[in-house]
Nanobody, 124 residues
Framework: QVQLVESGGGLVQAGGSLRLSCAASGRTFRTYAMGWFRQAPGKEREFVGAISSSGGSTNYADSVRGRFTVSRDSAKNTVYLQMNSLKPEDTAVYYC?????????????????WGQGTQVTVSS
C-alpha cells in the first residue's frame, strides 16, 4: 500500500514555472514507477509524464516534452514535476500515481495508487 500526497500547486502567469512534489509513504517507494497525470475541467484525465523505479527512464506526453521534467528522490520518498514555460492550457488538477508493475506509459489503468491532486492555474 502506498499513500501519495501532492503539493506545490498554485497560480502562475504564462511563461512561469512551478515544481510539484508528490510525497509517498511506505518503505517500498523505490520499487514503484511513478507517473503524473492532469485533468482540466470538462476533460478526460491525461498523461503528463512518468519515471521508472530506478529513475533511469522517463516518458512524456508530446504536449509537455521539453517543458516538463519528472524526477525522483528515493531517499526522500518523493517524486517531482518541474514545469517550465507554462501555458494557460496547462491549467488542471495534477495527480501523481504509482505503478507496482514498473509501467511508465500513458494508460491510467497501469497505475495502482493515486494522490488527491493539486490545482495548477496558469493565467494569460
Amino acid at each position: 500500500q502506498v499513500q501519495l500526497v501532492e503539493s506545490g500547486g498554485g497560480l502562475v502567469q504564462a511563461g512561469g514555472s512551478l515544481r510539484l512534489s508528490c510525497a509517498a509513504s511506505g518503505r517500498t517507494f523505490r520499487t514503484y514507477a511513478m507517473g503524473w497525470f492532469r485533468q482540466a475541467p470538462g476533460k478526460e484525465r491525461e498523461f503528463v509524464g512518468a519515471i521508472s523505479s530506478s529513475g533511469g527512464s522517463t516518458n512524456y506526453a508530446d504536449s509537455v516534452r521539453g517543458r516538463f521534467t519528472v524526477s525522483r528522490d528515493s531517499a526522500k520518498n518523493t517524486v517531482y514535476l518541474q514545469m517550465n514555460s507554462l501555458k494557460p492550457e496547462d491549467t488542471a488538477v495534477y495527480y501523481c500515481a504509482a505503478s507496482a508493475v514498473s509501467y511508465i506509459g500513458p494508460e491510467a489503468k497501469g497505475y495502482d495508487y493515486w494522490g488527491q491532486g493539486t490545482q495548477v492555474t496558469v493565467s494569460s
